[in-house]
C-alpha cells in the first residue's frame, strides 16, 4: 500500500469542524509554534486503526507520509515506523530507523507528535546503549529535539531507570517554553510513580523545585499528597 493511498484514505475520514477545534487547540497561527500546520480533524483511534489495516509499508512512503502537509498524516507515518522498528531485530537496521527518525524531526513538529512517537523509538532505541545524544539534543536550539529528549525517557521510566529523567530535566529546567515545562512536568510525574523518595528528593534537594517554573512543578507534583502539593506550591518544604 502506497502514501498516496493512505493519505486519500485519510483526507475522506476528513472533518472540518473538529479540524478547526484542532488548529486552534496546537496553536497553527501565526508566529506561534505549530504555525501552518494543517489538520483533517481526525481522531487519533482513527489513524490507529488505518495503520493497523496495513501494519507495514515501505520506508520510501513513510517518508512521503511525513513531508505531508496534513498533521494526521505525519502521526500515521510515525505510527507505520513504530511498527517497522518494532518488527527489527538487528541493530544495524534499528540505528537505521532511528536516524531516519532524527533526520526528519523537523517533521515531527508538534508535541503531539514527539509524545507518541519518541518514547518507542528514540528511547527504545538508546536504552541500555551510550545516552549521550538525548544530552545534546536537550541542549539543542531546537524546540522539538529538546522535547525528545525529555519525552523518549518515558521509556526508560517504564524499564525502571530515572536517574536519566531527573538528570534531562535538570538541564532543561530553565527552559523558557511552556511546551517543555509541561514535558519536564509530566516525566518528573511519572518517575514519582516508580519512585515517589527519588522524585521528592530531586525537588526538595538544594530547594530545587523553588527555581522551577510554576507549570513545570504543578504537573511533577500533581499526584503528590494533597497537603504536600499544597506545601510545595507554598514554598514550605
Known amino acids: 500500500m502506497n502514501a498516496a493511498y493512505i493519505i486519500d ?3 475522506n475520514l476528513k472533518n472540518p469542524e473538529k479540524a478547526h ?10 508566529g506561534q509554534y505549530g504555525e501552518g500546520d494543517v489538520f483533517l480533524g481526525i481522531t487519533v483511534p482513527q489513524i490507529r486503526a488505518l495503520v493497523k ?5 515501505d520506508i520510501f512512503d513513510i517518508q512521503t507520509l511525513l513531508f505531508s502537509q496534513y498533521h494526521e498524516s505525519r502521526m500515521a507515518g510515525l505510527f507505520f515506523l513504530i511498527n517497522v522498528f518494532n518488527e527489527e531485530k538487528k541493530e544495524n537496521e534499528t540505528k537505521k530507523i532511528y536516524d531516519f527518525y532524527i533526520k526528519n524531526v523537523n517533521y515531527i513538529n508538534n508535541w503531539d507528535l514527539v509524545d507518541l512517537s519518541a518514547p518507542n523509538i528514540v528511547g527504545h532505541y538508546l536504552f541500555e546503549k551510550d545516552t549521550s545524544d538525548l544530552y545534546r539534543y536537550a541542549q539543542a536550539s531546537h524546540l522539538w529535539l529538546q522535547r525528545i529528549s525529555i519525552v523518549s525517557t518515558y521509556y526508560f521510566i517504564r524499564q525502571g531507570d530515572i536517574k536519566t529523567t531527573f538528570e534531562i530535566s535538570s538541564i532543561l529546567q530553565n527552559h523558557p517554553h511552556d511546551l517543555i515545562h509541561k514535558a519536564v512536568g509530566w516525566m518528573l510525574r511519572e518517575a514519582g510513580k516508580k519512585n515517589f523518595e527519588a522524585e521528592y528528593q530531586y525537588l526538595s534537594e538544594n530547594k530545587r523545585y523553588l527555581s522551577m517554573p510554576r507549570t513545570m512543578l504543578r504537573y511533577a507534583i500533581e499526584k503528590f499528597p494533597e497537603e504536600l502539593r499544597q506545601n510545595f506550591l507554598k514554598n514550605k518544604i
Not at 21 to 30: A, D, N
Not at 53 to 57: N, W
Open 9 to 11: 484514505e485519510l483526507v
Open 21 to 30: 477545534i484542532l488548529q486552534r487547540f496546537f496553536k497553527t497561527g501565526k
Open 53 to 57: 489495516k496495513y501494519k507495514l509499508i
